[in-house]
């Protein structure tokens, strides 16, 4: 048994593949998972949840980018082929995005070696949709629903000896002292613990709506997207930039609406079952660091690990992964600080 006690702050995508790998990596080590809100009042909630970062998604390095990228495919893609699939919120999804604006919107050099297939749409295919599509690309993909992933993965990491805590922090150093490492994964709630300027909310509204029958994903030109899950189809969206409001903008709804069902006239029947606003926790680079701070006349070591943007479902596992492995620098003391 390990003497190691290690806490994670937060309890959403991030906090969660975070402390299970921790659980790997440390084994018998204590974690313990501190949040002040959970599940459907997370913003990993609010996301569709479809693996696909944008092109600026940016690590420390393009190198770095691309290692969390490839780890994160491969542990989403992983679970999907177990027979726990469905129970986790994972599978497979394939689908379109079209546009009229420029080429390069329909490419992703982030994943376009990645993924199982990505090609160029053809001509019937751009056809699919009304818009008379310029330009189109086909892919397959993964779906990640947080709606079952977040208490799946909870439950995995108490079934392995983990704790859970409710609890607001008001100061990382509030914390010293009680953990030997502490790894905060705050997402938007890192602005103020870190008081970090370069991380930003990028508002975001969704609606949920009935109609099974689409299987497929489509995305269109300004930020229209009709994403399926596993009991909803998810339509969005807007992108808000230092937005901080969580009210739900009938304006929003209106727009979200009127563009998912010209991209997909069948949707014009598909009755709404909700609607959900979420702050994306937008930071050039993704932060995924080290630090070591004095409190009093003791050391605190914290590893971040926030500021995934509007691709944090994407790209979890793989800072899960390169955050663990700063972990054990930082309790090794080699860090280069
Ligand atoms: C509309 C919308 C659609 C999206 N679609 C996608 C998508 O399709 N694909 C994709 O990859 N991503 C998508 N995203 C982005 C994704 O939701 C985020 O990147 C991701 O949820 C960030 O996860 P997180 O764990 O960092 O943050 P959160 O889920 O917000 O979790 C933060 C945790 O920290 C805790 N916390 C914060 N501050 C404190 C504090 N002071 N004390 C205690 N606890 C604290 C909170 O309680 C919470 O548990 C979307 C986002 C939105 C809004």
Request: proline content about 4%; aromatic content about 10%.
């Amino acid at each position: 048994m390990s003497d190691l006690n290690i806490a994670v702050l937060g309890a959403g995508v991030v906090g969660l593949t975070t402390a299970l790998e921790l659980q790997k990596q440390f084994r018998g080590a204590r974690v313990t998972v501190l949040a002040d809100k959970f599940n459907e009042d997370t913003t990993s909630f609010v996301a569709a949840g479809l693996f696909r970062p944008s092109t600026y998604f940016r690590g420390p390095t393009e190198a770095i980018t691309r290692e969390w990228i490839r780890d994160s495919y491969n542990y989403w893609d992983d679970i999907r082929v177990t027979a726990e699939a469905s129970e986790a919120g994972v599978a497979q999804l394939s689908g379109y995005v079209f546009s009229n604006l420029s080429p390069h919107i329909v490419r992703n050099h982030l994943i376009e070696n990645v993924v199982p297939i990505y090609r160029a749409a053809t001509e019937e295919e751009r056809m699919i949709c009304p818009g008379n599509w310029k330009y189109g690309s086909f892919f397959t993909s993964l779906l990640i629903e947080c709606g079952i992933f977040l208490p799946w993965a909870t439950d995995k990491f108490l079934n392995a000896g983990g704790k859970v805590r409710r609890k607001t922090v008001d100061a990382l150093s509030h914390l010293a002292g009680q953990y030997d490492v502490t790894v905060n994964c705050t997402g938007i709630g890192a602005k103020f613990l870190c008081n970090d300027y370069k991380l930003v909310p990028i508002r975001g509204q969704v609606l949920k709506v009935h109609a099974p029958w689409v299987k497929m994903f489509f995305y269109g030109d300004y930020d229209t997207y009709v994403i399926p899950g596993f009991d909803s189809i998810t339509l969005g969206g807007s992108r808000h930039f230092d937005n901080f409001n969580l009210n739900v903008c009938k304006y929003d709804s209106l727009g979200i609406r009127e563009r998912c069902d010209s991209l997909l006239p069948s949707l014009k029947t598909a009755k709404l079952i909700g609607q959900r606003v979420g702050l994306r926790p937008h930071r050039d680079p993704v932060r995924v660091e080290k630090e070591v701070t004095n409190v009093y006349e003791s050391k605190m070591k914290i590893v971040h690990n926030y500021g995934h943007g509007g691709y944090g479902v994407t790209t979890a596992p793989g800072t899960a992964k390169y955050a663990v492995q700063l972990v054990k620098e930082i309790l090794a003391g080699n860090s280069k600080l």
